[in-house]
């Protein structure tokens, strides 16, 4: 597994709704794991994320 980066992570954050955000795929590819871990882990582990840790996406976002 390849070192994350400050540089990696800061070109993947970009905004939305005036919040700073990351896509889950861009957290899977910094882990190198699928979409579908990353958003299994959440959901299994719901208590350890803070509220508003996920926000879904629009169509037009």
Request: no cysteine.
């Amino acid at each position: 597994m390849q070192l994350i980066t400050y540089d990696r992570v800061k070109s993947k954050i970009i905004e939305i709704r005036n919040q700073k955000v990351m896509l889950d795929s861009d957290v899977a590819g910094l882990y190198g794991v699928e979409t579908k871990a990353i958003n299994q882990a959440i959901k299994r582990n719901s208590d350890k994320f803070p509220g508003g840790y996920l926000i879904e996406l629009t169509s037009d976002e």
